[in-house]
């Protein structure tokens, strides 16, 4: 019998950085498209006014606004 992998799938909101766009506002963590939507409570995060990167209070996510 050949050994099989035990690891776990990575969660769809695990990552720490992601790009968004202007189609994306207003943005909110975690994002609507995102397979864990429910990780934690629905947060807006004011990306344009904090210089195009907003950082998520929750699981610490990074914003980037690309265009």
């Known amino acids: 019998m050949s050994p099989t992998s035990t690891a776990a799938p990575i969660p769809a909101n695990a990552e720490n950085r992601y790009e968004v766009t202007r189609a994306d506002l207003p ?8 397979a864990l ?4 409570p629905k947060v807006y995060l ?4 904090d210089g195009g990167e907003s950082t998520c209070p929750y699981c610490g996510a ?5 265009d």
Do not use: E, R, T
């Open 27 to 34: 943005l909110s963590c975690p994002m609507p498209g995102m």
């Open 37 to 40: 939507w429910n990780s934690h």
């Open 46 to 49: 004011p990306i344009v006014d």
């Open 62 to 66: 990074c914003y980037v606004l690309k």
